[in-house]
C-alpha cells in the first residue's frame, strides 16, 4: 500500500499543471480514500493531497461520494477539520438528494469521529426517520434506526422526541424479527447512556435478545447488560445466560476484550443483585491473568461489607496482582 501510494503522489506530482487544476477526479478521490479506509491503512502524505482536492471539488459531488468520503475518515479515524467542515456544508446544502445509506454513513461517522455538527446531525434525523418510518421492515432499516440513536446519545444530542419516535420505529422491526444482535445491542446502549428507560422497547429488547443470545458477540453481550443495568431494567435470565456465554468464550478473547467486557459484564451482575456471578466470572478470568482491577475491586467490595473473605478471595486476588503485575489492566 505505501508503495502504491508514492506512485500516486508522483503521478498526482506531474499532474500539477496550471491547465488542470483537478489531479484527481472526483471518483478517484473517493476511490483512494475507500480503498485505505477498507484496508485500515494510513498513508499521511497521499491522505492529506487527497483531502486537499476533496475541498476544493465537495461543493460539486453527489451526496454518495460526500457520504463515502467522511465515512473513509471515520473508519481510519482521521479527524481533518477543514475537510470534515467542507463536507458537512455539501451536505446540509444537499441533504434533499441523499438517501438512507447516504445518510446513515454520514451521521454514523460524525459520530464515530465525536464531531458534535449540530446543524447536520438534527437535519440527518428530521430527514431519515420518516424514511425509516415509511420503510417496511428490513435489518438494514433495523441497522439504521439503532446506528442512529447510538450517533445521537454519542454527541449527547439525543431528545425524548427524537428517542420515543427511533423507539417506536424500532419496536415494529423487534416485533418484525428483522433486528440483528448489533442492533438490540447498539439500541439498548443509546438509551441507557442517554438515561432514557423505554419500558416497553427494553423487554422488547430482552425478549428477541434472549432468543437469539447464541448470536451474540462478547461486546454485543456486555453491551446490552451494562445497559439493563445501567438504567436498573432486570432481567435475571438474560444476566445468567450471558454470564454462561461469557464465561465458555473467555479463553477465546483478546486481554483487552477479557479486561474490558468481563468488568462491564461483573458491573451489571453486581447491579442486578447477583454477586455470586460476579465473583464466578472475576476468579475465573483472574486465573486467566486477564482480568481488569475494577473488576476484583467489585469482589473486595463485596467481601468488604459483606465482611465475608473466602481463602481465595480478596487476599488472593490482592496476592495475585503484585505477583503476577497484571493489576494496571
Given at each position: 500500500m505505501s508503495g502504491i501510494a508514492e506512485r500516486l503522489l508522483v503521478l498526482r506530482d506531474a499532474s500539477e499543471m496550471p491547465q488542470q487544476t483537478n489531479p484527481f477526479t472526483v471518483q478517484e478521490v473517493v476511490n483512494i480514500a475507500w480503498a485505505y479506509a477498507q484496508v485500515s491503512f494510513v498513508h499521511a502524505k497521499l491522505l492529506d493531497s487527497i483531502a486537499q482536492e476533496a475541498i476544493v471539488q465537495s461543493r460539486e459531488w453527489p451526496p454518495r461520494d460526500l457520504a463515502n468520503t467522511v465515512w473513509a475518515w471515520a473508519k481510519m479515524v482521521l479527524i481533518d477539520y477543514p475537510l470534515i467542515s467542507a463536507i458537512s456544508?455539501?451536505?446540509?446544502?444537499?441533504?434533499?438528494?441523499?438517501?438512507?445509506?447516504?445518510?446513515?454513513?454520514?451521521?454514523?461517522?460524525?459520530?464515530?469521529?465525536?464531531?458534535?455538527?449540530?446543524?447536520?446531525?438534527?437535519?440527518?434525523?428530521?430527514r431519515v426517520l420518516p424514511m425509516l418510518s415509511s420503510a417496511r421492515p428490513s435489518s438494514d432499516v433495523a441497522r439504521d434506526l439503532a446506528l442512529l440513536a447510538w450517533s445521537l446519545a454519542k454527541l449527547d444530542l439525543a431528545n425524548p422526541r427524537l428517542m420515543s419516535a427511533i423507539a417506536d420505529q424500532t419496536l415494529k422491526q423487534i416485533e418484525a424479527r428483522v433486528c440483528g444482535p448489533q442492533a438490540l445491542a447498539n439500541t439498548a446502549w443509546a438509551f441507557a447512556t442517554c438515561a432514557c428507560r423505554h419500558e416497553?422497547?427494553?423487554?422488547?429488547?430482552?425478549?428477541?435478545?434472549?432468543?437469539?443470545?447464541?448470536?451474540?458477540?462478547?461486546?454485543?453481550?456486555?453491551?446490552?447488560?451494562?445497559?439493563?443495568?445501567?438504567?436498573?431494567?432486570?432481567?435475571?435470565?438474560?444476566?445468567?445466560?450471558?454470564?454462561n456465554l461469557l464465561s465458555a468464550a473467555d479463553m477465546q478473547m483478546s486481554q483487552e476484550e477479557a479486561a474490558r467486557g468481563g468488568y462491564a459484564m461483573a458491573w451489571a451482575q453486581d447491579r442486578h443483585g447477583r454477586p455470586d456471578l460476579t465473583r464466578s466470572l472475576v476468579l475465573r478470568f483472574v486465573a486467566g491473568e486477564r482480568c481488569h482491577s475494577l473488576a476484583w475491586g467489585l469482589v473486595i467490595q463485596d467481601e468488604e461489607w459483606r465482611h465475608h473473605a473466602p481463602r481465595n478471595g480478596a487476599a488472593a486476588t490482592l496476592e495475585a496482582m503484585a505477583r503476577n503485575e497484571f493489576g494496571g489492566h
Open positions: 456544508a455539501a451536505s446540509l446544502a444537499q441533504i434533499h438528494r441523499m438517501n438512507q445509506q447516504d445518510l446513515s454513513n454520514t451521521f454514523w461517522s460524525f459520530a464515530q469521529l465525536e464531531i458534535q455538527d449540530v446543524p447536520l446531525i438534527c437535519a440527518i434525523a428530521g416497553p422497547l427494553f423487554e422488547a429488547i430482552a425478549r428477541l435478545s434472549l432468543e437469539t443470545i447464541s448470536e451474540f458477540d462478547q461486546q454485543e453481550l456486555t453491551n446490552t447488560a451494562w445497559a439493563f443495568a445501567e438504567v436498573r431494567f432486570r432481567n435475571s435470565r438474560f444476566i445468567e445466560e450471558s454470564f
